[in-house]
């Protein structure tokens, strides 16, 4: 039996169980990570939650470890790198400050709240048109509003990197069943998407704003999803349907965030600025197969964030 402190937090209603391992605890040889994930991520027999996060240290620099609610290991997630960072920054002291992630070096910057109480964090994503997680035919430029005929007949994807594989298209309306279903038949075309992949769809509402669902592998639907909402504005502002010279509003089931793509010298470095969402401290048991836990302490700080969500669907 292992016991743990954890925070329950979330990203833009992607939420996430956050243990701080900077201290050795747990360490990987002690517990079977992916099999905790699976546990505590259980809705029905669990906590329940999007991923299990958490934060580590080697000694040097301070990073992010993602699993996903099946087990598997993600390389970066945006929503969740968000509220490590948070965590991370009572340690390093400092406004701006790097995360390592995946084997990648994020740069994270606290921002000024994106409304009252509510705590915000931006961090750069490399965001690549060329990866191994894609085996389509591609120009020279990548794969950019092309078709998948595999997977749909109609629509155009753009395939991108943001630390994990994505492929985006846009819609005039968005249909979760329709995200759903694609984003599962996507997972099995293995000869084209070898490693799986993240599959959103964006309706474009003004000038500078997008709404964006998603199908995450390893999690399914979720209320969003931070590299899905990062590739998505930088897939449109690719095809020239936003403006990457000044911040896009990308909402989501969940909430909000702002993404800023800068495209300089064939490389894309996009901004992902939104909040870090402490709801409570608890404490959980483990014993290797069964999750026990209690809440500690909760914080209040949900009251601002669905007060800002509020007046988010004021505007739509």
Known sequence: MIELQFIKCHGSGNDFILIDASTGVPSPEAVDLAALSRAACDRRNGIGSDGLLLLTFDGKRYGMRMFNPDGSEAGMCGNGIRCVARLAAAYVGREEFTLVSGGRDYRI?????????????????????RSSSFAM????DGFITRRIEA??????????????????????????DMVERLGRKANTLKDILPDGVNLSLYERHTAQRLFVATYERGA????????????????????????????????????????Q????????????TGNATF?????LRYDGTA????????????????????????QL
């Open 261 to 272: 793509p800068v495209i300089c010298q064939n490389r894309i470095i996009t901004t992902l």
């Open 220 to 259: 399914g639907i979720t209320m969003s999803c931070g590299t899905a909402m990062t590739s998505a504005a930088t897939a449109a502002a690719l095809a020239g349907r936003v403006s990457p010279d000044s911040r896009i509003e990308v909402m989501n089931r969940g909430g909000m965030v702002l993404c």
């Open 109 to 129: 910057t606290h921002h000024s709240p994106m409304a009252e109480g509510v705590e915000t964090f931006g961090v750069g994503i490399e965001v690549r048109t």
């Open 279 to 283: 709801e409570w401290y608890g404490t």
């Open 137 to 140: 035919p591609c120009t020279e």
């Open 291 to 314: 999750i026990d836990y209690d809440i500690n302490r909760t914080t209040g700080e949900q009251i601002h964030w669905t007060r800002f969500v509020e007046t988010i669907k004021q």
């Open 151 to 176: 997977l749909d007949d109609c629509l155009l994807f753009t395939a991108l990197d943001a630390g994990n594989p994505h492929i985006v298209a846009e819609v005039d309306s968005i249909d979760i």
